[in-house]
């Protein structure tokens, strides 16, 4: 645009002359700062401050970056250049910090304006992708739903038959049998809900490993330590379970010397989740999982970078973690 309005106001010798020695220089001179602050800015400044609504460090980091258009270009124009050309680009007056630094804001302005206004268009086209892609997964979620009804109806049925055929003879069984139904009914149907209370996602772990526990009776061994206030936090339904579900797939829960372990930590702000288990030779867990991947998948869409999941092996054991913030 600069080009073509030299163009428009001198016509095509004021156009070529940006060309010609040492405008060219010049121009070196103005657009390096120039698109090296819209990089910086487009790059680092607007993923730190802009997608985390930190507004006033964006606003110090503005400032900053005026000063730093302004001193690259003095080094360009009035350091180099003038080594080469013995000319200035400025007036003697005109060459203090103040009067540079301001003359220059404008063009440091432009830079931040540009790359500020594309940064935000993309975001808004990634976010409106995001949602869409959301909405799908939701209408396959409702449609598989909608499918199951029948089943489920009939098995919650047949267990409340079980229960009250046993629950004055055998109250034991009958009580497993209610803990069972209610853990069928929070997948089948509460968890269908993008986000849930954290107090039924860890009720909901805790009957998992209790019906494993019934399971393997003492050929178990699992550590679970959960520590912290559970309130009314609200995480993503059904990714605690992930973890949980691949730890007995592809983990080592038979051996006493080296039971697997899983701990949930609950903070002020976040959830943070760790699991450690001896690897099952017969698995083959090093490669990424299609559970991994969806799941890091709808994080990503939820939380966008606000989130860390993490796994890798060593050796022949497996570790995995998880850091979730809570839904405001």
């Keep these: 645009m600069d080009f073509y309005g030299d163009y428009v106001y001198n016509g095509l010798d004021g156009f070529l002359k940006n060309f010609k020695y040492p405008s060219n220089l010049r121009i070196l001179a103005l657009y390096i700062p120039f698109f090296s602050i819209y990089s910086l800015n487009y790059l680092l400044v607007c993923k730190q401050t802009l997608s985390k609504k ?13 000063f730093v258009f302004a001193g690259l270009r003095y080094v360009f124009d009035e350091v180099i250049i003038y080594k080469i050309t013995g000319l200035h680009n400025y007036f003697d007056d005109s060459r203090n910090f103040i009067y540079y630094t301001f003359d ?17 268009l993309f975001e808004y086209i990634e976010n409106k992708n995001k949602l869409h ?23 919650f049925n047949t267990l409340n038959s079980f229960y009250t055929d046993l629950v004055d003879t055998q109250p034991k069984t009958a009580k497993d049998i209610y803990r069972l139904s209610e853990l069928l009914r929070y ?13 039924k996602e860890i009720q909901f772990i805790e009957d998992y490993l209790y019906f494993y526990k019934k399971r393997y009776e ?26 949980v579900e691949n730890m007995f797939k592809h983990g080592v ?20 989740l760790t699991t ?6 017969a ?14 998948k709808r994080l990503k869409a939820i939380y966008n970078t606000g989130y860390e999941f993490t796994y890798q092996q060593k050796g022949t054991t497996y570790h995995a973690y998880l850091k979730l913030s809570f839904k405001k």
Excluded: C, R, W
Excluded at 104 to 120: E, G, H, P, Q, V
Excluded at 133 to 154: G, R, V
Excluded at 219 to 243: K, R, T, Y
């Design 187 to 199: 997948v089948t149907y509460e968890a269908q809900h993008d986000f849930m209370p954290l107090q």
């Design 218 to 243: 003492d050929a178990l061994f699992l550590e679970f330590n959960l520590e912290g206030i559970i309130a009314d936090q609200q995480i993503p339904s059904l990714v605690l379970i992930h973890f």
């Design 253 to 272: 829960t038979y051996k006493k010397e080296t039971p697997a372990k899983l701990s949930i930590q609950i903070t002020q702000d976040h959830l943070i």
């Design 276 to 281: 450690h288990n001896e690897l099952s030779k």
């Design 54 to 66: 930190k507004l006033f460090l964006f606003a110090i980091a503005v400032l900053g970056m005026t």
């Design 104 to 120: 220059n804001s404008y063009f440091a302005i432009k830079a931040i304006m540009f790359s500020t206004s594309l940064y935000l």
């Design 283 to 296: 698995e083959k867990y090093t490669n990424t999982g299609i559970g991994k991947e969806n799941l890091d």
């Design 133 to 155: 892609l959301l909405e799908i997964e939701q209408k396959k979620a409702e449609l598989s739903f909608l499918k199951s009804q029948l089943e489920p109806h009939f098995l």
